[in-house]
C-alpha cells in the first residue's frame, strides 16, 4: 500500500503543479480503488499535501 500512496502523491503533484499558487478550492475527499484496497484521501494543492484519512486492504 505505502508503493500505491507514493503514486497518488506523484499523481497530485503532477496535476497540481504550483500548489502554492492554486486559487481554487480544495478538492473534496474521495475515494482512490488500487489493487487489493482502497484510500480515502484528500489533496490540499496549497498545503501542498496528500491527506490519507483511511486504508482498507483486501
Known sequence: MEKKADEL???AAALYLD?????GSS???????V???MFFCQ???RHERV???QITVW
Do not use: C, D, H, K
Not at 500548489?19 to 486559487?23: D, V
Not at 478538492?27 to 480503488?33: A, D, I, M, Q, T
Open 9 to 11: 502523491v506523484r499523481a
Open 19 to 23: 500548489g502554492t499558487a492554486y486559487q
Open 27 to 33: 478538492p473534496r475527499g474521495e475515494n482512490v480503488l
Open 35 to 37: 489493487p487489493g484496497g
Open 43 to 45: 489533496v490540499v494543492p
Open 51 to 53: 491527506y490519507i484519512f
